[in-house]
């Protein structure tokens, strides 16, 4: 009975993935991501076969590397998680839903929006399959022993222990991202964003690579450090995100070209290259003011902003010159705790009120 149930769930699910695959080829492509936000069991339950994946990533997905699914599923939540965290106070706070484009209209725009969302997802993927790697649970990748009982002796330090190796992370990244795009439908303009978002998750890998740190720890009588053993360790993740989000902010504009190379829209600096570890756009940004269906934008409205804030979650920006509500909230915390002979801790209730800001 269990199992008839189970079977209608995922057939379910595999019709309403298909009815919206061939609904939107284009948007279908960032599909993969949906693992980052469906319910944890659901992907096992659907079968591999039944996965939103294009035909060449179920090919490794299913058949030839099934232990990386794990990983990919926690890259997916890492680079998502990491989107809402980094734009949380931004006009677009990168709002996903269930459906297999996660991101919406913003995954196709060709925007910096876009150009963020492929970064961090990439990224997501070479830290989730690097930490694998490092925890021993993979075959084919493990620690960094290149650099073991190289180092500097003559200033007290040596490689050690277990150095995060990105290599593998990051070509398991580019093999299961980049053909998968290049495949699919080339609706207009589909070329240029295909280059768009393989340049913007190669920049993803690269913020991974560059934000690699060295940890140390001290060996020697009481503390005194006189030998160090270093490895190289992935930053936490949220430093990725920073470096990400800073390159957003210096998004390039580039031209509009079906050709692989990336020109700048500006012509005074048209000669100057686009580095790899740049985000590229091709498409301006709207403002994220106010709710235009039709361009997948919802509005700030009735966003939560700060009187005082100067930065974008103040009301002034936030709320784009519309004004704003104030609403009384009471909250009730626990306060003047004493600590009483022996042995617990007794406080009162005090209720507060503070005021709430919505943007009209
Ligand atoms: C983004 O803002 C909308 C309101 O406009 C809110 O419903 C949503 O939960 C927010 N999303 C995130 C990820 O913070
Ligand atoms: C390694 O595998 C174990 C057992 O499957 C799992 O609990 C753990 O989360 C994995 N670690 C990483 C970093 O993937
Ligand atoms: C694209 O698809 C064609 C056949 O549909 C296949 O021959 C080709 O190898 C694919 N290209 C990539 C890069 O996967």
């Keep these: 009975m ?5 079977y209608g769930i995922h057939r379910i699910y595999s019709v309403l993935l298909l009815f919206s695959f061939s609904l939107c080829p284009l948007l279908c492509r960032g599909s ?4 980052g936000v469906t319910a944890l069991g659901v992907p096992e339950k659907m079968g591999c076969a039944n996965l939103p994946l294009s035909s060449r990533q179920k090919d490794m997905m299913c058949r030839r590397k099934p232990h990386l699914l794990p990983s990919v599923k926690d890259g997916a939540r890492l680079g998502i998680a990491e989107c809402h965290a980094q734009f949380r106070h931004e006009r677009w706070n990168c709002s996903t839903t269930k459906q297999p484009s996660v991101f919406g209209y913003e995954l196709t725009s060709g925007t910096k929006e876009t150009a963020f969302i492929y970064a961090v997802m990439s990224a ?3 830290h ?14 493990s620690c960094d022993t290149s650099l073991q009982g190289t180092g500097s002796p003559s200033q007290g330090w040596h490689w050690g222990g277990c150095s995060d190796d990105v290599q593998f992370g990051t070509s398991f990244s580019r093999k299961f991202l980049d053909y998968a ?4 439908s080339t609706a207009k303009g589909g070329d240029a964003l295909i280059a768009m978002n393989q340049h913007n998750s190669e920049a993803g890998r690269q913020a991974v690579a560059k934000t690699v740190l060295t940890d140390c720890r001290c060996h020697g009588v009481s503390g005194s450090c006189a030998v160090k053993t270093c490895w190289r360790t992935l930053a936490p993740f949220d430093r990725v995100g920073r470096f990400l989000k800073e390159r957003y902010e210096n998004g390039v504009h580039v031209l509009h070209r079906s050709r692989r190379k990336v020109r700048r829209k500006d012509k005074d600096r048209r000669r100057l290259p686009v580095g790899k570890e740049e985000l590229i756009f091709l498409n301006k940004s709207p403002n994220y003011c106010l709710e235009d269906r039709r361009a997948g934008v919802v509005g700030t409205r009735g966003r ?3 009187r005082t804030s100067a930065g974008p979650d103040g009301c002034n920006l936030l709320c784009c ?3 704003y509500n104030t609403h009384v909230v009471r909250s009730v915390e626990r306060c003047e705790c004493k600590f009483v002979w022996c042995c617990y ?3 009162r209730r005090c209720e507060s009120m503070s005021d709430m800001h919505t943007c009209k």
């Design 345 to 347: 801790v007794r406080c």
């Design 181 to 184: 795009s290049v495949n699919g």
């Design 124 to 126: 997501g993927l070479v």
């Design 304 to 306: 939560r902003c700060s």
């Design 321 to 323: 010159g519309r004004g």
């Design 2 to 6: 269990e199992d008839r149930a189970a």
């Design 128 to 141: 989730a399959v690097t930490r694998s790697c490092s925890a021993g649970n993979m075959t084919e990748c």
């Design 32 to 35: 993969w991501m949906w693992l």
